[in-house]
């Protein structure tokens, strides 16, 4: 008997994250698009996320409950579920984030209408920890100045991407950081086009547990992928198999000097201008000048059409 092909494979690596699952999970059982197999492999949590994860499978043969013998990693976990995801669409999530009702069909809807396009994220409302909203980050849909920028940052929201699914791409070990910026480089490279939409698909969440504090330097890796982007556009290859982590010197990460950044530009985007420039005077006596956020400050008293008008066209 042959089994139908499901439209999406949701795929999402778990760890220790028994505090955000079940809002998560029932966020995504109830898109109004039906359609899909939720692969949801634990990592050999520590906590209940595994004894959850088999309630809500008893309870929902969308989902397809996998879980690691051994603690692998986001990277390798992700990897396994790219592997067995049967679905014509691959969209992506990590356990503390959430999905907006209506993110699958208005994905699918892109994909479907726009067959040229190989991945496509969009924009997020962003929360604390505790589910408070803080801001948005806003995205368009220009796929020619996407690419363009995604050579010099990130401008994709990774838990809010979906790409079909042809087994050609997979996340690289070895970027233990920055692995989303590798894969969706890699797809570029490969010249599939990548879009955004503007329309919130996810909740996204800042909170302690998601940033790296004592693993290898974050800056390494993200130079690194810009790197050998440069290197296969140039010679249709790069150094990666070269690439020893070992030898990479550590960097720890403030957290809370990123996260005031964070959320002044969470800010900013959602037209909250009086709390960003307060935002922006307590990080300046806390941490000092930053020209980026002098920027942002000068920026924050025009009208919001303008400072709109300006974003979509740089």
């Known amino acids: 008997m042959t089994i139908e092909r499901p439209k999406i494979s949701m795929i999402m690596p778990v760890y220790n994250a028994e505090k955000f699952l079940d809002e998560n999970i029932n966020a995504i059982l109830s898109q109004g698009f039906e359609d899909f197999e939720f692969i949801m492999i634990d990592d050999k949590s520590k906590d209940q996320s595994w004894s959850i994860i088999k309630k809500y499978a008893k309870k929902d043969k969308r989902i397809i409950p996998l879980r690691n013998e051994k603690n692998l990693g986001c990277v390798n976990t992700r990897n396994r579920g790219l592997k067995v995801a049967r679905g014509e669409y691959i969209a992506v999530m990590d356990p503390d984030d959430v999905s907006l009702k209506n993110r699958f069909k208005l994905q699918v809807d892109y994909l479907d209408k726009y ?18 909203r803080l801001g948005i980050l806003s995205k368009y849909d220009n796929h020619k100045k996407i690419e363009k ?26 970027f233990i950081i920055s692995d989303d910026y590798d894969f969706i480089l890699r797809v570029l490279s490969a010249n599939k086009k990548i879009t955004n939409i503007p329309e919130f698909l996810i909740k996204y969440r800042i909170n302690k547990g998601s940033f790296t504090f004592t693993k290898k330097n974050p800056d390494y890796f993200f130079r690194k992928a810009r790197e050998f982007y440069m290197q296969r556009i140039k010679t249709g290859k790069d150094n990666y ?14 957290f809370n000097k990123v996260n005031s950044k964070t959320i002044i530009v969470v800010k900013f985007q959602d037209n909250q201008m009086k709390e960003v420039r307060e935002e922006i005077r307590n990080h300046y006596k806390e941490y000092g000048l930053d020209k980026q956020l002098v920027i942002y400050y000068i920026l924050s008293f025009l009208p919001i059409k303008i400072i709109r008008f300006l974003r979509e066209r740089i």
Do not use: Q, W
Request: overall charge positive; aromatic content about 8%.
């Open 115 to 132: 067959p040229e396009i190989f991945l496509v994220g969009g924009s997020a409302i962003v929360i604390n920890e505790e589910g408070k």
């Open 149 to 174: 920028k995604l050579k010099d940052f990130n401008c994709m929201i990774h838990t809010s991407i979906m790409h079909r699914n042809t087994k050609e791409f997979f996340y690289r070990e070895k």
């Open 241 to 254: 198999e070269r690439l020893n982590v070992d030898k990479v010197e550590p960097k720890k990460v403030n």
